[in-house]
């Protein structure tokens, strides 16, 4: 075995040549500092990174490891932004007065406000006379930073007779021109690029990019894989008790979209059966990124053409992360049984390996369930169950995370991108499942007040 | 931890996923499914970090954990900071395909609170509370409020992808508020013992940093703050024992024992794997399940009785008692909160052999649905694991009744008690 015992090199970690300058700074940082006196972890992704060190303009400064020059720019940098991020320090400090002022309880305020503090010392320096009004007036139009895209004003929209009728008709007419359905073997092909595709992901090393992803966007292979849902194609998935929607309907084939008056998150139906006040429902719910959607008329009438589009997205990138997260959920095995799933690629060794660790570590944190089905399991076996079908969960959360990118005109311009979203919602799905086991038993170890149920996305 | 030197070994596996292990420690120490296994599940502490899952097996001396890295990209924010430069290197090297190397880590501050607060993450799953053994509950919201300061203290290990469950010091804090205003006066009233004010005040600052990072407010936090800037009545005399008294008490057994008449063919002890329910149900000692055997004219009938946990709820826990007779496929119990006790008792199917001879039984028990099984065939050394875990215990609470005297920052040291700890062995005279 080789010994490394050089010094590390010449190179040093990014994070490092920061933590040294921040705390070479001095004092009257503490706000953006952790207890030890390092830089928050939010203080080094949302103000070192991309407004001092800025490595889209010094592409040198954008590797983990930096060489001695450009560790000595970086500090450098830092060392010149020391006025300016003391002031963003106290900027920050005050704004969480106003807020507590306020009573504005929502939102973390290091991501809501630092780069917010960061722009506010850049124009006024250290705050000032009238300094309270400012961080007032800030804190409360970013609390109402949503401008109307919210649920009341989706519901107040869709309270209008007349609008909902016209509305109604909108949407028979879009149903009735939708594309001819497509044929099992359509589907089927698409699903054989896919495997390709997910063998190029999640191996390590450079950001993979792959032409046969743009190439099934351009065969329109997510069109033809959501047109084969309407015709209730079966057998694409080469064996039995998996249907070929995976859940995103819990009919045959998804109904027409109705207008619908009203949601909740608890009881939201399959992804592709849900109204069009439920779709955007979850949309105006994500506090994340409210103030880049369109208002709450235009997000209406876009949605009416997409709840009719093949699999209720417009966006084709989009569509074909659906059909790669389709062939990736069918092969996932959460609770490592290794039964006859359809041929696994890099794609599921990497999750399923995840899901691996997981099990171990919930093993670990005494928060299992029982591998096999009991009867006398009540809610823990519902769980169970859940990790039995997992492509449900995923797809659920899969398709309202590409439903959202849809809305905000935000496609997956890469296979490296997909992957990324991918393997997100596969983390999403452990954590959801983490976070169900521990409230259930919460709630079964004590004896009244049953526990809070998870927030969820 | 002393600072020291200690050599780690930084490779990568054929899955992509760097592991830096720190070792060999003294017991044998096996991967398997991505994740360092070193004996029973209840004898590792496990903590999820930005891009990997760091363990320590709690029976060892405190010391570096194994790091399993499965985005190095993110772990790089904290290797450099929990292993030292020379391990952040390594990891470097190893994800561009060099092979294995062993490089000397250092044994930094960060390294002893986040040993710290994996091993008080293990204590709210595993620690073995039992009347019998006379081992204290630990007060779980005194455990989750230092656990929210110690999240804080190592925010480093944490980005916010959103998929670390354990970067969760808000929401511990949010579970844990009503303990918040007893901790404060626990504070006040120390200020007789210098070292034990100085660590409570170290806790209470972190819990205040930590809940005004997140945007947390409310009375008890604003009480908090203004505790904190010296600020409200004076201490009052309060010891940890009654401000942190535990619900119910520990009163062994006093209901009647339950009698059924016939004649007892058989008694035994049954085996407590705390595995398989979850903690706060039934009490840790290794003989808390025990069951008779009786023959009622042609009928046998078993009893099974377990020690209930003091925190155990009184009703609507399906706990069940699982019976192999002679071999036999299980057969389930229902136990039912009885005093102190979980009881229940059901009939044998009849049994050929049971009139010739002492019918062999197996009793456990368990939680359906939570179960994962009994143990797998080599698990021979879990009673042992049990036994070394509640003198790993024992030893900590010898430390935690002895008067506070550090080197290093508490916070920093594993070895250190847990407030809770410190909390239990003020409360356990009592009984």
């Not at chain 1, 439920?278 to 506090?287: N, P």
């Not at chain 1, 452990?430 to 919460?442: C, F, G, I, K, Q």
């Not at chain 2, 005040?201 to 800037?229: F, M, Q, Y």
């Not at chain 2, 009654?242 to 008449?261: C, K, W």
Request: net charge negative; glycine share 10%.
């Amino acid at each position: 075995m080789p010994s490394s015992s050089q010094p590390t090199g010449e190179r040093r970690p990014r994070v490092l040549v920061i933590d040294h300058a921040w705390r070479g700074l001095g004092p009257g940082l503490e706000p953006l500092s952790g207890p030890g006196g390092a830089p928050l972890t939010r203080t080094v992704k949302l103000i070192v990174l991309p407004l001092i060190a800025r490595p889209a303009l010094r592409p040198e400064l954008a590797a983990d490891f930096l060489a001695p020059a450009e560790a000595a720019l970086l500090t450098g940098l830092i060392q010149e932004s020391a006025a300016l991020l003391t002031a963003t320090a106290q900027w920050f400090t005050l704004l969480k007065k106003a807020r507590r002022t306020l009573g504005v309880v929502a939102g973390n305020p290091q991501d809501l406000y630092f780069q917010r503090c960061f722009e506010l010392a850049t124009e006024h320096g250290t705050p000032r006379a009238g300094a309270d009004m400012i961080a007032r007036a800030l804190v409360e139009e970013v609390a109402h930073a949503p401008g109307g895209r919210t649920v009341d004003a989706l519901k107040d929209h869709l309270a209008d007779a007349a609008r909902r009728s016209r509305l109604d008709a909108e949407l028979a007419d879009a149903w009735a021109s939708r594309p001819p359905p497509a044929d099992a073997a359509a589907a089927t092909a698409a699903l054989a690029r896919a495997a390709e595709l997910l063998d190029a992901c999640g191996v390590p090393g450079p950001a993979h990019t792959s032409p046969s992803y743009s190439g099934m966007i351009e065969a329109g292979n997510g069109e033809l894989f959501g047109r084969a849902l309407w015709a209730h194609a079966s057998g694409v998935w080469g064996r039995d008790g998996l249907p070929t929607h995976l859940g995103l309907t819990g009919r045959q084939t998804p109904p027409r979209p109705e207008v619908g008056r009203g949601a909740s998150t608890a009881t939201l139906p399959a992804p592709l059966d849900r109204t069009l006040f439920e779709r955007l429902f979850t949309v105006l719910q994500s506090s994340a990124h409210r103030e880049e959607l369109a208002p709450v008329a235009e997000l209406v009438a876009r949605e009416t053409g997409r709840s009719c589009a093949p699999l209720g997205l417009y966006d084709e990138s989009l569509r074909v992360a659906v059909v790669l997260g389709g062939r990736l959920a069918a092969g996932l095995d959460p609770l490592g049984t290794g039964e006859g799933t359809p041929g696994r690629t890099a794609a599921h060794r990497a999750v399923n390996s995840r899901w691996r660790r997981e099990a171990s570590v919930l093993r670990a944190r005494r928060l299992t369930v029982s591998p096999h089905p009991d009867p006398d399991g009540g809610v823990l076996d519902a769980l169970a169950q859940d990790l039995r079908t997992p492509w449900a969960a995923y797809m659920r959360r899969l398709w309202v995370r590409l439903h959202g990118r849809d809305v905000r005109d935000a496609p997956l311009e890469d296979l490296a991108s997909a992957w990324a979203v991918l393997d997100g919602v596969a983390r999403s799905v452990m954590m959801d499942h983490r976070a169900r086991v521990r409230s259930a038993l919460r709630t079964l170890s004590a004896d009244h007040a049953p526990a809070a149920e998870p927030r969820s996305a | 931890m002393a600072p020291g030197h200690v050599d780690v070994h930084v490779a990568r596996g054929p899955d992509g996923t760097i592991r830096i292990a720190a070792g060999p420690g003294p017991r044998p120490i096996e991967v398997h499914d991505g994740v360092v296994h070193v004996g029973p599940d209840f004898t590792r502490a496990v903590l999820d970090v930005a891009g990997a899952v760091l363990t320590w097996p709690v029976l060892d001396a405190p010391g570096l954990p194994w790091a399993e890295v499965h985005d190095v990209g993110r772990a790089q924010q904290w290797v450099w900071a929990l292993y030292g430069e020379r391990v952040a290197a390594a990891v470097h090297d190893s994800a561009a395909g060099r092979g294995g190397v062993r490089v000397t880590a250092e044994a930094t501050a960060l390294a002893g609170a986040a040993a710290r607060l994996g091993l008080g993450h293990w204590a709210a799953r595993w620690w073995p509370a039992s009347y019998q053994d006379g081992i204290p509950v630990l007060e779980p919201s005194l455990l989750g409020l230092e656990l929210a300061a110690l999240t804080h203290r190592c925010q480093q290990l944490f980005d916010d992808e959103g998929d670390q469950p354990d970067d969760c010091a808000a929401e511990l804090i949010e579970e844990h508020l009503a303990a918040l205003d007893p901790l404060i006066q626990w504070w006040r009233a120390t200020a007789g013992s210098v070292d034990m004010a100085r660590r409570l005040e170290t806790v209470l600052r972190l819990i205040d940093d930590a809940a005004d990072n997140a945007g947390l407010d409310g009375p008890a936090l604003r009480h908090l703050r203004s505790s904190l800037e010296g600020r409200g009545p004076a201490a009052a005399s309060a010891d940890p024992g009654a401000l942190f008294a535990r619900r119910g008490g520990y009163a062994l057994a006093a209901g009647e024992p339950l009698v059924t008449g016939g004649r007892v063919i058989a008694r035994g002890s049954g085996i407590n794997d705390w595995r398989r329910y979850p903690p706060g149900l039934v009490d840790a000692a290794e003989s808390a399940v025990s069951w008779t055997a009786r023959a009622l004219g042609a009928r046998r009938r078993i009893e099974v009785e377990a020690l209930a946990d003091p925190a155990a709820p009184a009703t609507g826990t399906p706990l069940v008692a699982e019976v192999h007779v002679n071999g036999g496929a299980p057969h389930r119990v229902s136990l039912a909160r009885r005093d102190d006790l979980w009881t229940g008792h059901s009939d044998l199917s009849p049994d050929p052999q049971a009139g010739v001879s002492a019918p062999r039984i197996e009793v456990g028990v368990l939680l359906p649905g939570f179960d994962p099984g009994p143990g797998a065939p080599g698990d021979a050394d879990v009673r042992a694991g049990r036994d070394a875990v509640r003198a790993l215990v024992r030893r900590r609470l010898a430390v935690a009744r002895r008067p506070p005297a550090y080197d290093t920052p508490p916070h920093d040291n594993c070895s250190a008690p847990f407030l809770a700890e410190t909390a239990a062995t003020a409360t356990d005279e009592d009984y």
